[in-house]
């Protein structure tokens, strides 16, 4: 995980990378590259086309359910975020969007994420910036981001591969 520190008025950029080991990055790539389907993988209870075709630049998803680190306990609303897929390259296995309304303060973000392949596997990265957040350190942004990138690696990491070994059980079978 690396980070930018915070200018005056200048943006939070960051990187993030998370390994999916034992997994092609063709087989990771459908699974991001389903704009509408993030909550399969991503720990945010539900993700909702709102406009669009999945994958099609111009697609918009409604995504919510998640805490952030600045909530406490008590907090009654649900965060929430609607994002708007800029670009996509599946030759090149990366996509853009911008998050174009929230209720969590996050303005002019910007997000690209790319898959990789590595010796081990691949792995994913999520470069990002944004408006500092008010209520926010850059530090809640970066683990918030980091921690949501790895947790969606390990769930893409354990169901393909428990979808590999059913398949492989279910061939030996037959």
């Known amino acids: ?14 990187k993030a990378i998370a390994e999916v080991k034992g997994v092609k990055a063709e087989k990771v790539w459908p699974l991001l590259e389903d704009f509408f389907g993030l909550s399969k993988w991503y720990p945010t209870p539900m993700c909702i086309p709102v406009e669009g075709i999945s994958g099609i630049p111009g697609c918009v998803r409604f995504c919510g359910g998640f805490k952030t680190p600045v909530d ?3 907090k009654k609303s649900m965060n929430w975020t609607k994002q708007k897929l800029l670009s996509i390259d ?19 973000y910007l997000a690209t994420w790319t898959v990789r392949p590595t ?3 691949c792995e994913v990265e999520w470069l990002y910036e944004v408006e500092p957040v008010q209520g926010w350190k850059l530090e809640y942004l970066v683990s918030f981001i980091d921690k949501g990138l ?3 690696a390990k769930n893409m990491e ?5 979808m590999e070994e059913a ?5 030996g079978q037959t």
């Open 150 to 152: 790895h947790a969606m």
């Open 1 to 14: 995980m690396e980070s930018m520190e915070q200018g005056s008025h200048e943006k939070w950029k960051g």
């Open 167 to 171: 398949l492989q059980s279910h061939i």
């Open 119 to 121: 010796a081990e596997g």
């Open 90 to 108: 599946p030759a090149r296995w990366t996509f853009t969007y911008c998050i174009v309304d929230s209720n969590v303060g996050f303005h002019s």
């Open 158 to 162: 354990q169901g393909l591969k428990t």
């Open 72 to 74: 406490d306990d008590a």
